[in-house]
């Protein structure tokens, strides 16, 4: 996934989960925060952020927040993207075999699931997070309680019940990251439930991302420690 019209700010400050005041060349501006996410490890006072500029008139904001440095690791923070990185690297990784048929948000039972797939004989349901909380090389989901995600998670044990794939990609949007874990002070239900849905025959993939400037692409398998 490549992006155009980056160019190198700071971050000042979060007025709210949607906006971020920035300083480009001396200047302040407001930005769109692409992540409703916590963030706070993340977005501190002074932290070097990529943002991209929007010409639209008909924005509130010039700018959208794309990706931040976190000491030397570039973390992109985009939370519309993990589905498009996924897209772009089952339709070329052959992990599910050959794909015949996909189509995205994909409606089952009281869920929409991000993706659905006719693959390797079989049919797959997909759901796609994005990570971008890490702490000391290792990365953790969620940064925030998610009673949506621990429904999505219910809903793929019973798609496999009925003879499903199901597949949970988390999609860790930086590179160096030695294993994945789940966040459970954050949330404990949601590792509750994912616990179970390994148990049940939900797959369960990390993977990490090579993140630049101006582009972020699927790279390498991350352990998943459950």
Partial sequence: MKYENITEAKFISRPNRFVAEIDINGKIELAHVKNTGRCRELLVRGAT??????HN??????????????GSRLVNIDSQIPNHIFREWIETSGYLGEITFMRPE????????????????????????GVTLEENGVS???????????????????AVAEGYRAVIVFIIQMKGIEYFILNDKMHPAFGEAL??????GVEILALDCHVDKNTIKAADFVPVKL
């Fill in 49 to 54: 952020i990529y943002v991209r500029v929007d």
């Fill in 195 to 200: 616990r179970e849905a390994a148990e049940k």
């Fill in 57 to 70: 008139p008909n924005r509130k904001t010039k700018y959208d927040v794309i990706s931040v440095f976190k």
């Fill in 140 to 158: 953790m989901f969620p940064d925030a309680p998610t009673e949506r995600g621990v429904k999505h998670v219910k809903e793929l044990i019973g």
């Fill in 106 to 129: 994909q409606k089952y039972g009281n869920s929409r699931f991000d993706f659905y797939m006719e693959a390797g004989g079989m049919k797959t349901f997909v759901e796609v997070k």
